[in-house]
C-alpha cells in the first residue's frame, strides 16, 4: 500500500507544477477579472459573494505584482492541499492508501475541479479547501469522539462561509448524517456542535455587518438570483443544469458517480455503515437541493459540484472492491482510458496557447467558452493609447457598462486606472464611488460582442458628443472570436444619468 502514496504524491507534484506551467499564460477569465477588481477596493464582503477570493487575490498581487500568474497563484496552492485533505480523508474512512489514491485521482481529473478550482480564481477554490477540511475534521470527531476538534470545524466553516454561501451546506449535510447515525445521533444533544455553529457565524459577520449596512445587497440578490425570488416551473431548467453538470463532472464520471452516491445511501442507511453515511451526506443534500431547484430556477453547473468530492471517494472504494474480487475489473480500466483521454482531450483544447496552429476539439466562436480568456491585453494597449491621448487635453475617465468588462479594464490596463461601470441594475459598482469628479471631463467607453452596447442610444444625454473608433478584432488559431467596441465620449453630465435607475 505503501505504493499508492507515492503515487499519491508524483500525482500532487505533477498536477500541482503542470498548474502552475500554465497559470501566467491563459488571460483572466470573466469572473476572475470581476474578483480582481474587487481586490483593488476591499471590503467586509461584496455584492456578489463574501470576500476571500478578493483577499487571496490582492495577497499575492500585492506579493507578484499585477499579472495572470500572482492572480492565480493561490489557486494552485488551495487546490494543492484539497487534494492532500481529500486523500487523508478517504484513508481515515477506509484506510486504504488504494482508495485513497483514486479518489485524488479522480479530484485532479476532473474538468470542474482541475481547471475552475485549481487553475482559475474563484470563490469556489477557498471553498473547497474549507470544505474537506471541514469534513476531515468531522470524521475524526465521529470516529474518534473527540470534541474539541467540534470548535476547530467550526473556524474552517467559518472561513468556508466567508468564501461562498454554498458553505451553509456543510451544516445541513452533517445534521443529517447525525440524524441518520444510531452512534452519533448523542452529539445532537450535546453542547459542542452548536458551540461550533456560532464559531462558524462569529467568522461569518464580516458578511453579514456588510450586509446590514448595505440593505441585504447581497443576501437579497443571492436569494432572487439562486435560492428564492420568482419561481417558475420548468423542466427544461433541469434538463440544462443535469445536461452541464455532466459536462463539468464528464458524463461517463458523472453517472458513475451518482450509482456509488446510490450504493453509499444503501450501505449507510439500511446497512447502517457510518462510513458510508458520512459520504452519503455529504453528497445528497447539496446536489437534491440544487436538482430541486434547477426544476424552478437556472442553476450554474459548478453550484453543487461539492457533493462529486465525496461520491468520489465511494466510487474509488467500489472500484478497489472490484479489482480485489478481479469482477468487472477490465471494464474499469477500459473505462478510467476512455475518461482519461476524453478529458485530457478537453482539457489540453481549453487551455491551449492562442498562438497555436490548431484546437482538438474545434468548437464555433460563439459557443467556445474559452475565448473569454483571449484578447484582453490588446484591448487594453487600445484603451491606454487612447486615453493618453485624450487626457491630455481634458480629465479623462473609462467605463463600461458590465463589471466583467470593468474588471478587464482594470486588469489589463494594469490597475493604473479607476473603472466605472454605468447601466441599469444594481451591482458591485454601485457600492463604490462612481465618476461624479469628472463632471464636465471626458470618457471612454468599451464593450464587445457579447456585451454590446450602442452609448449613442444609452449615454448619448450624458455627454455633448460620442464618437467610434474602429472595431478591435481578436482572432485565436487564424478564426475571428471577438470584437471590441471603443468609444471617445466628450463632456460628461452625470444629471442624465440617474433616469436609468
Not at 108 to 136: K, R
Not at 240 to 262: E, H, K, N, R, T
Amino acid at each position: 500500500m505503501e505504493r499508492y502514496k507515492k503515487l499519491f504524491f508524483i500525482l500532487l507534484i505533477v498536477a500541482t507544477l503542470l498548474r502552475l506551467s500554465v497559470i501566467g499564460k491563459i488571460g483572466l477569465g470573466d469572473d476572475e477579472a470581476h474578483y480582481f477588481a474587487w481586490s483593488q477596493y476591499l471590503g467586509l464582503s461584496y455584492f456578489d459573494h463574501p470576500p476571500m477570493a478578493a483577499y487571496l487575490i490582492a495577497l499575492f498581487t500585492k506579493i507578484g505584482g499585477i499579472n495572470e500568474f500572482s492572480v492565480r497563484i493561490g489557486s494552485v496552492i488551495f487546490f494543492f492541499f484539497v487534494s492532500i485533505f481529500v486523500f487523508l480523508l478517504a484513508k481515515e474512512i477506509f484506510n486504504d492508501n488504494r482508495v485513497a489514491f483514486f479518489s485524488a485521482l479522480l479530484l485532479n481529473l476532473t474538468p470542474v475541479f482541475t481547471v475552475l478550482e485549481a487553475i482559475l480564481i474563484l470563490p469556489d477554490t477557498p471553498l473547497g479547501l474549507s470544505w474537506v477540511i471541514t469534513m476531515y475534521l468531522l470524521y475524526r470527531i465521529m470516529k474518534e469522539g473527540r470534541a474539541s476538534f467540534w470548535y476547530m470545524a467550526g473556524c474552517v466553516a467559518g472561513l468556508g462561509l466567508l468564501s461562498k454561501y454554498n458553505a451553509f451546506f456543510l451544516f445541513p449535510s452533517v445534521f443529517l448524517f447525525l440524524l441518520l447515525s444510531k452512534k452519533n445521533r448523542f452529539w445532537l444533544t450535546r453542547k459542542e456542535p452548536y458551540i461550533s455553529l456560532f464559531i462558524a457565524l462569529l467568522i461569518f459577520s464580516p458578511v453579514i455587518i456588510w450586509n446590514i449596512k448595505n440593505g441585504w445587497a447581497s443576501f437579497g440578490f443571492q436569494l432572487s438570483r439562486g435560492y428564492g425570488g420568482t419561481f417558475e416551473f420548468s423542466p427544461k431548467w433541469f434538463a440544462a443544469g443535469l445536461a452541464g453538470q455532466m459536462g463539468y463532472i464528464s458524463p461517463l464520471l458523472f453517472f458513475a458517480s451518482l450509482y456509488a452516491i446510490a450504493i453509499g445511501g444503501y450501505r449507510g442507511i439500511v446497512k447502517r455503515d457510518d462510513r458510508y453515511l458520512f459520504l452519503f451526506s455529504f453528497s445528497v443534500v447539496i446536489l437534491l437541493f440544487f436538482a430541486g431547484l434547477s426544476f424552478f430556477k437556472k442553476v450554474l453547473p459548478h453550484w453543487p459540484t461539492l457533493g462529486f468530492v465525496t461520491a468520489f471517494i465511494i466510487l474509488a472504494q467500489l472500484t478497489s472492491e472490484s479489482f480485489k474480487k478481479k469482477t468487472g475489473s477490465s471494464r474499469i480500466r477500459l473505462f478510467a482510458a476512455t475518461y482519461l483521454v476524453l478529458v485530457t482531450a478537453v482539457l489540453f483544447s481549453a487551455l491551449m496557447p492562442a498562438q497555436a496552429l490548431f484546437k482538438i476539439i474545434p468548437l464555433p466562436a460563439e459557443v467556445d467558452g474559452t475565448n473569454e480568456l483571449y484578447g484582453w491585453p490588446k484591448a487594453g494597449e487600445r484603451i491606454l493609447e487612447i486615453y493618453s491621448k485624450m487626457s491630455q487635453h481634458n480629465k479623462t475617465f473609462i467605463f463600461t457598462h458590465r463589471p466583467v468588462l470593468a474588471g478587464h479594464i482594470a486588469f489589463y490596463t494594469g490597475a493604473r486606472l479607476r473603472i466605472y461601470c454605468l447601466n441599469e441594475y444594481i451591482d458591485q459598482y454601485d457600492f463604490w464611488p462612481g465618476p461624479d469628479d469628472f463632471l464636465g471631463g471626458d470618457a471612454i467607453f468599451l464593450a464587445d460582442n457579447r456585451y454590446n452596447k450602442d452609448p449613442h442610444e444609452v449615454y448619448k444625454g450624458m455627454f455633448s458628443s460620442i464618437e467610434a473608433e474602429p472595431p478591435l478584432k481578436i482572432y485565436r488559431n487564424g478564426e475571428h472570436i471577438r470584437t471590441f467596441y471603443i468609444y471617445k465620449c466628450y463632456n460628461y453630465n452625470t444629471s442624465n444619468f440617474k433616469s436609468m435607475r
